[in-house]
């Protein structure tokens, strides 16, 4: 008599395609528990996965009750993390448009205070002195002209 039978040729019974299983089977009964175990153990696990799978329309029902409930009864301040950032990035992104300065506009009628600054450069270019000592200078030209008249004390010390 021939060994008992391997997985492999018990995976080919199963699949009903083991004529020389068959024959061993008939005659050992070793090896036709084994198979009808393995027969059972296939056939429970499809019918767990079929219940697993076929939820009736309560079930489905029932699913949608929880997750409802769940998402009103979340904490008033939960917002997903990407929500989050997207909305500050677009607020950002609002506040710099709206609080960016516009480009100044030139008033009208400017051009009179430009041609009053434009005469006020021309006549401190045409002097010979800064705007700044024309006191000192107004100072010394009447001083000259008092000493050429005589009538200024002299305040050189070089003559004492
Ligand atoms: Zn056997």
């Known amino acids: 008599m021939k060994a008992h039978l391997s997985d492999e040729e018990l995976a080919e019974w199963l699949r009903g395609c083991a004529v020389e299983a068959e024959s061993h089977l008939r005659e050992c009964a070793d090896c036709r528990a084994e198979a009808e175990a393995l027969r059972a153990a296939i056939r429970v696990g499809r019918q767990w996965v079929g219940t697993r799978a076929e939820r009736n329309q309560v079930f489905w029902m029932r699913q949608q009750r929880l ?4 998402i009103e009864h979340r904490p008033p301040g939960f917002l997903p993390r990407g929500l989050v950032l997207a909305t500050a990035a677009v607020v950002l992104c609002v506040m710099l ?59 050189n010390r070089t003559n004492r």
């Open 67 to 70: 997750i409802r409930e769940r």
């Open 97 to 155: 448009f709206l609080t960016r300065s516009p480009r100044p506009t030139v008033p009208a009628g400017n051009d009179d205070a430009d041609n009053v600054l434009l005469q006020q450069v021309e006549s401190e270019v045409a002097q010979d002195y800064p705007s700044a000592l024309a006191p000192a200078v107004l100072l010394s030209q009447e001083r000259s002209a008092a000493l050429s008249a005589g009538t200024a004390p002299n305040l």
